[in-house]
């Protein structure tokens, strides 16, 4: 099969503007007063229908293409939209690379999509969020039914600068099958999918196969194999997945430029270790002065040029010569206009 296309394109469509796709609509709900309830959540919520035929990703399904989609958009352009999925309970290794991967997609001008559970899934569309990038939520069960609910704050972020899809009616709550159904989509909206930490039994590595099967590429981040969470990921290198292990990777795989890696000095014997210390270490170690206090604003938020003029009392002049320099270092990056944001920032577990 061919690849998904390079930017994704969701044309949403008024609730009213086409009856073809509202007697769709109205085939999946047969109650005609629930039918009426479901049209009243969507105009009352600016839902929009997507029809599933005009994304090649999904036409990839065949037999297995959504009847019709429903979607909460406040963005309908993703551009190289890459799947990233992974385990409900991830450790302190797989909290780190989940959202490190979300902000490296979005930093290197692609897109994530991923389910919106717990763990992997959260913390990639945070990064991704946090970065500015442009991130998709596919729910299990319908819009107005969000899974888990704790995190809804997040579902409100990706609606207004993302866009959340799904294929049950709104008003449909999840059921236990329909969130391995919901990992084809994922998988077929993505040119890669990758997998951050799995075991050998999981919703990931449906979304994984499903994606060998589209005939797109799978990545996965090695870990230990005698846990759970890295047996999974351990079977779908073995199975030609490619093995995630550093951004040359990502650069010859999917032509992403990634910034950094997360890294620290050594592995500790017991608990987690002290990302926070590492990276102080690291940052002390070579830039100091000016060049650290900038450096400190940019980390903490304040990543506009005009705003570290005022906030430093430095011409604009020496500021850009400074975050020029931090550039060069590979401590934070130009997302455009006059803003950065740091590049190695390893605070990634809240």
């Known amino acids: 099969m061919a690849p998904a ?16 796709l509202q007697a769709i609509h109205r085939h999946l709900i047969p109650d005609e007063a629930r039918f009426r309830q479901e049209l009243a959540w969507m105009r009352e919520h600016g839902a929009v229908y997507i029809d599933p035929v005009t994304i090649p990703g999904l036409v990839d399904l065949g037999e297995r293409m959504p009847a019709l989609l429903f979607g909460l958009c406040g963005r309908r352009t993703f551009p190289r939209p890459v799947a990233i999925v992974g385990t409900r309970r991830p450790d302190w290794y797989g909290k780190l690379m989940g959202r490190f991967l979300g902000k490296a997609v979005a930093l290197a001008g692609a897109s994530v999509v991923s389910g919106g559970a717990l763990g992997i899934d959260t913390l990639a569309h945070k990064g991704c969020l946090e970065a500015g990038g442009a991130t998709i939520t596919v729910f299990a069960g319908g819009l107005a039914q969000p899974h888990p609910p704790s995190n809804r704050a997040l579902f409100e972020r990706v609606s207004s600068q993302g866009c959340i899809i799904s294929e049950l009616p709104p008003l449909v709550p999840a059921k236990r099958y329909s969130f391995t159904e919901r990992n084809r989509i994922i998988a077929a909206l993505g040119l890669a999918t990758i997998v951050v930490q799995a075991g050998p039994v999981s919703g990931a590595l449906v979304t994984a196969h499903q994606a060998m099967r589209m005939g797109r590429q799978v990545f996965a ?21 490619i093995a995630l292990t550093g951004p040359k990777t990502l650069l010859t795989g999917l032509g992403l430029r990634v910034s950094g890696w997360p890294r620290a000095a050594r592995r500790p014997i017991h ?14 170690s070579v830039v100091a002065g000016n060049e650290a206090e900038v450096y400190e604003m940019v980390r903490s938020g304040t990543g506009d040029v005009d705003t570290l003029c005022i906030k430093t ?20 990056q130009r997302t455009g206009g006059n803003r950065y944001v740091p590049v190695r920032d390893l605070d990634l577990f809240a």
């Open 5 to 20: 296309v390079q930017t994704l394109e969701i044309k949403g469509i008024g609730v009213d503007d086409s009856p073809r």
């Open 221 to 241: 981040v090695p870990a230990d194999t005698v846990f759970e969470n890295g047996r999974g990921t351990g079977m779908l290198i073995d199975e030609g997945a």
């Open 271 to 284: 608990g987690e270790p002290v990302l926070k210390k590492v990276e102080a270490d690291v940052v002390g």
């Open 313 to 332: 009392g430095l011409e604009t002049a020496q500021v850009m010569s400074i975050l020029s320099t931090l550039e060069i270092k590979g401590f934070v």
